[in-house]
């Protein structure tokens, strides 16, 4: 059964700093495409970061390019998040691909999320 868990979440001021882990299990993670989403209140999901099967390649919402920063090794996958706003204040969900068909962007159906972590950045 694959298992994604989200740690990291907290909060902080603005221009602060957090990283996000997400460790998966039940299967292997080599070759999904990976990724983190957000929600915050009253708001649809959003795509944050994906990262390709390997990490070759990187997708990030326009509102984080330059401040957060996706990674990934073997069955985990972090998000170093620099600069926070508060707008950033969000529940945080770690994603990931069933297989890997060449895309991997926020439009690509990802099948299994995490919990969530939250993520509070205040004024």
């Known amino acids: 059964q694959v298992q994604l868990v989200e740690s990291g979440g907290g909060s902080v001021q603005t221009g602060g700093s957090l990283r996000l882990s997400c460790v998966g299990s039940?299967?292997?993670?080599?070759?999904?495409?990976m990724g983190w989403f957000r929600r915050a209140p009253g708001k649809e999901r959003e795509g944050v970061a994906t990262?390709?099967?390997?990490?070759?390649s990187s997708y990030y919402a326009d509102s984080v390019k330059g401040r957060f920063t996706i990674s990934r090794d073997n069955n985990m996958v972090t998000l170093q998040m620099n600069s926070l706003r508060p707008e950033d204040t969000a529940m945080y969900y770690c994603?990931?691909?069933?297989?890997?068909?060449?895309?991997?962007?926020?439009?690509?159906?990802?099948?299994?999320w995490g919990q969530g972590t939250q993520v509070t950045v205040s004024s």
């Open positions: 039940g299967s292997t993670f080599n070759w999904r495409c």
């Open positions: 990262i390709s099967p390997g990490g070759g």
């Open positions: 994603a990931s691909t069933l297989t890997y068909s060449g895309s991997c962007d926020d439009r690509t159906d990802f099948r299994y």
